[in-house]
T-cell receptor, first 114, second 112 residues
Framework: NAGVTQTPKFQVLKTGQSMTLQCAQDMNHEYMSWYRQDPGMGLRLIHYSVGAGITDQGEVPNGYNVSRSTTEDFPLRLLSAAPSQTSVYFC?????????????FGAGSRLTVL | KQEVTQIPAALSVPEGENLVLNCSFTDSAIYNLQWFRQDPGKGLTSLLLIQSSQREQTSGRLNASLDKSSGRSTLYIAASQPGDSATYLCAVRPGANSKLTFGKGITLSVRP
């Protein structure tokens, strides 16, 4: 099925551990992004990419790294997890960076940092 | 800085009722506004997108209106059904190349 695929769906980490949240889309979308959703905070943009080899910071980038080596994949890396990074993470993609394009969201990855 | 507010945070209605979900934003200079639906444990699904030059958009039983001058948008759901139970979020894009600013959402429960 076409769409945005996120793995894993659930993950528990200890403080200081590292991990990568995977995101892949098969719609040939140029634009990809990562959000986190926290109770009472709404969705906040972490990082985004307007094409392979191009990434930029969003509203809350600290503690996260991204890369975009292919059009299809946009992994989010936590180098040293902290309890404040406990959240639900969503990857979203769009045909292009233009605001006229509708975002397609993945199902989310729920991360708990102990 | 653009702020998006959705009140109330939760709403419970009986099946069959027509209902209106409200969204307000602080800066009337917007490029477009989107309404999303989020089911528990799932991602967001785009419902309607209204460009700044438009007054409303319709899809099935859903109708979204936009009044930039007052900083408001409403999502009208006709003849609500239990399957409409979900969280509804609105998001505003200030400019063509700007990022979306999301509201916190309204959790709707439609009782059979």
């Amino acid at each position: 099925n076409a769409g945005v695929t996120q793995t894993p769906k659930f993950q528990v980490l200890k403080t200081g551990q590292s991990m990568t949240l995977q995101c892949a889309q098969d719609m040939n979308h140029e634009y990809m992004s990562w959000y986190r959703q926290d109770p009472g905070m709404g969705l906040r943009l972490i990082h985004y990419s307007v094409g392979a080899g191009i990434t930029d910071q969003g509203e809350v980038p600290n503690g996260y790294n991204v890369s975009r080596s292919t059009t299809e994949d946009f992994p989010l890396r936590l180098l040293s997890a902290a309890p404040s990074q406990t959240s639900v993470y969503f990857c979203a993609s769009a045909l292009g960076p233009s605001g006229a394009n509708v975002l397609t969201f993945g199902a989310g990855s729920r991360l708990t940092v102990l | 800085k653009q702020e998006v507010t959705q009140i109330p945070a939760a709403l419970s209605v009986p099946e069959g009722e027509n209902l209106v979900l409200n969204c307000s934003f602080t800066d009337s200079a917007i490029y477009n506004l989107q309404w999303f639906r989020q089911d528990p444990g799932k991602g967001l699904t785009s419902l309607l997108l209204i460009q700044s030059s438009q007054r409303e958009q319709t899809s099935g039983r859903l109708n979204a209106s936009l009044d930039k001058s007052s900083g408001r948008s409403t999502l009208y759901i006709a003849a609500s059904q239990p399957g409409d139970s979900a969280t509804y979020l609105c998001a505003v894009r200030p400019g063509a190349n700007s990022k979306l600013t999301f509201g916190k959402g309204i959790t709707l429960s439609v009782r059979p």
